[in-house]
Nanobody, 121 residues
Framework: QVQLVESGGGSVQAGGSLRLSCAAS??????MAWFRQAPGKEREGVGC???????RYADSVKGRFTISRDNAKNTLYLQMNSLKPEDTAMYYC?????????????????WGQGTQVTDSS
């Protein structure tokens, strides 16, 4: 069984930075991704990274957020810079043990519990 545990969320002023982490236990993970859900809104994809570190980003975060991974540690990261009030949301890590590209629309197999990011401006 795969478990995903996010960390690194917090309260930050607009323009600030945060780095989220998602530590995975269990099996090696292939496709990994970040999602977020703001109050009253639907969950949206933030970005995705495959096993070979090919990435995709939502237009709303391009140039500000960077996804990376450490396969040896089975850990996913999200570096968030130039944060905006509209980035306030619960951020979730998702992952798969299957070999899927980020272009796949197949739902992720595993999800974390989330970490909250809040604008303190």
């Amino acid at each position: 069984q795969v478990q995903l545990v996010e960390s690194g969320g917090g309260s930050v002023q607009a323009g600030g930075s945060l780095r989220l982490s998602c530590a995975a236990s269990g099996y090696p993970l292939r496709r990994m991704a970040w999602f977020r859900q703001a109050p009253g809104k639907e969950r949206e994809g933030v970005g995705c990274i495959d096993f070979y570190s090919t990435t995709r980003y939502a237009d709303s975060v391009k140039g500000r957020f960077t996804i990376s991974r450490d396969n040896a540690k089975n850990t996913l990261y999200l570096q968030m810079n130039s944060l905006k009030p509209e980035d306030t949301a619960m951020y979730y890590c998702a992952a798969d043990t299957m070999w899927l590209p980020c272009s796949s629309t197949q739902a992720h197999q595993y999800w974390g519990q989330g970490t909250q990011v809040t604008d303190s401006s």
